[in-house]
């Protein structure tokens, strides 16, 4: 490997698919690791295949169908997490397995309730068996941060010495601070010789809001894989963001001796705003490198020295970025073999009756707006390409007699495909939409968030409606986009009561996650 090559792996599908409301279906992951693909990142990390059944489907069809990069899947330090990664990247061109057990002592006594000799054996017996079904393995000590340093490299040698081809650092809460954070490392390669050997990552969590900057001095001393996630989402404050780990070393290279990434930089507000649109997470307008105002300039003296120079307050250009993706594309008189062409041009492969549809909901957007942006089409299909398994919303209606509150009248499909009509007066047309749509499917969901953006800009932009509802504690989300406000707001609706139905459904039958330490008796040293 080129040593000046610094590797992205991302993390969204698995530790940015953790953050609480966050539930992608396997149509919806698969889109993503396209994109991913796309975007050029070394290595996906596809999901946590011991979680569900959904997710090892997810994870293997993202290997079976997703080339280029590596596809990782996450274990515990235990054979069935070992054997089910395993069975769910195996079909990958590039198969990785991803192993981890705690160093930290407060994990140890008071998660584990193990003993640090305990640790040293699950890692030696997880990597050991991992190698023995990949050649690819990588080993995470959790909590690395708040770990004995001496203990960790100890731990991070033994992985080494059993075949770990890449070694993690992870700051799993937030906690460690740059400079501390390569002294760490600088420790790590001491006692840890063979370090220098393998691949050295980083995987640093956002809680101080320090993340981008403790991967950032990970990298400058010596590591050359960053885990990252599109946004930075993740569990709690997130992941470190990739585009602005991927843009500082490409912003800043001519500082950095040589230090680079493949990442092709022009897909990077693409890939942000579809992780954005199916997660239901916003990117806030301020946010570096993909918000809506990271190249907007509001005050006089700065709009005044852009226009006569773009270097006197923009260090970045907003086409490195795929910013300037909003030239118009298509007219209201294009036809079915320009929409083709257009959405091939963005990446998307539609033959048969999916463009029969495309081109439907294409000439619908075309009559009321008289441009449609490549912007607009990037969200059509995105809303288009849901899998819809659940509800889906076939008709509403609102009547609001003068004086009187809105009158809603909603009908939904069911997954037995019977249609069943809900009817509610509320207090406004949104709340009676969203309590005719409870009505119509029998589920007593509640409201927690309801967001409208705009696709473009421009009083004909198409609407993009993001709900939050809750059921029996549980948060779900729905997205939808359509011309009409209150159509998109019923359609996401629908689907955020479609995610709710189907997580009652799973019930008690909670997901696990990395750091649960149930169901882990097999790998005892
Ligand atoms: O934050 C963390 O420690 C993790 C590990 C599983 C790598 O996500
Ligand atoms: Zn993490």
Not at 8 to 24: A, H, K, N, V, Y
Not at 146 to 162: G, M, P, S
Not at 391 to 405: I, K
Request: overall charge negative; some cysteine; proline content about 3%.
């Amino acid at each position: 490997m080129d040593p000046n090559q610094v590797l992205i792996f991302d993390t969204t599908l698995r530790d940015g698919e953790q953050s609480p409301g966050i539930s992608l279906n396997t149509s919806e992951k698969l889109e993503i690791a396209h994109q991913l693909a796309r975007l050029g990142v070394d290595i996906i990390e596809a999901g946590f295949p011991i979680a569900s059944p959904g997710d090892f489907e997810a994870v293997r069809e993202i290997a079976r169908q997703v080339d280029g990069p590596v596809i990782a899947g996450l274990a515990r330090a235990n054979a069935t997490d070992i054997e089910t990664a395993w069975e769910a990247v195996r079909d990958s061109a590039r198969p990785r397995i991803h192993t981890f057990v705690s160093t930290s002592d407060i994990h140890i006594e008071h998660q584990m309730q193990n003993s640090r000799e305990d640790v040293k054996g699950l890692a030696r017996a997880a990597v050991a068996q991992a190698r023995e079904l990949c050649e690819d393995v990588e080993f995470s000590p959790m909590d690395a941060t708040r770990a004995d340093v001496d203990f960790t490299a100890e731990v991070c040698q033994i992985a080494i010495d059993e075949g770990a081809t890449t070694v993690n650092i992870p700051d799993t809460v937030g906690y460690t601070m740059p400079a501390e954070f390569t002294r760490y490392i600088e420790r790590l390669y001491e006692v840890a010789p063979g370090l220098r050997d393998i691949t050295l990552s980083v995987h640093c969590h956002d809680d101080l809001g320090l993340a981008v900057a403790n991967s950032f001095a990970g990298v400058l001393a010596g590591a050359r894989q960053v885990e990252c996630a599109i946004n930075g989402i993740g569990e709690r404050a997130g992941n470190a963001s990739l585009e602005e780990i991927v843009m500082l070393i490409r912003t800043r290279a001519a500082d950095l001796d040589g230090l680079y990434t493949d990442v092709k930089t022009t897909e990077l507000s693409r890939t942000s705003r579809l992780v954005s649109r199916l997660t239901g997470y916003a990117v806030q307008p301020n946010k570096a490198v993909v918000g809506r105002n990271a190249f907007a300039h509001e005050s006089g003296i700065h709009q005044d020295g852009v226009l006569k120079e773009r270097t006197t307050f923009e260090i970045m250009d907003a086409t490195t970025v795929g910013l300037e993706t909003n030239q118009i594309v298509l007219g209201k008189h294009s036809g079915r073999h320009a929409l083709k062409q257009a959405l091939e041009e963005l990446g998307y492969r539609v033959d048969g009756q999916a463009l029969n549809t495309a081109f439907k909901r294409f000439k619908e957007i075309a009559d009321r707006k008289k441009q449609v942006t490549a912007m607009d089409l990037e969200a059509l299909m995105t809303d288009e390409l849901r899998e819809e398994t659940g509800f889906n919303l076939v008709s509403f209606e609102l009547s609001d007699a003068t004086g009187r509150a809105p009158f809603a009248a909603v009908e939904v499909e069911g997954p037995d495909g019977a249609v069943s009509r809900g009817e509610y007066e509320g207090d406004g047309p949104v709340d009676s939409i969203f309590k005719a749509a409870n009505a119509a499917t029998g589920i007593d969901a509640s409201l927690r968030e309801f967001r409208v953006d705009a696709v473009t800009e421009g009083q004909d932009a198409l609407g993009e409606v993001n709900v939050v509802i809750e059921l029996g504690g549980e948060i779900s989300s729905g997205q939808a986009v359509s011309t009409d406000i209150l159509e998109a707001a019923a359609s996401a609706y629908v689907r955020a009561l479609t995610l709710a139905s189907r997580k009652s459904e799973e019930g008690a039958a909670r997901k696990p996650r990395p750091e649960d330490t149930e169901h882990v008796p097999e790998a005892t040293p």
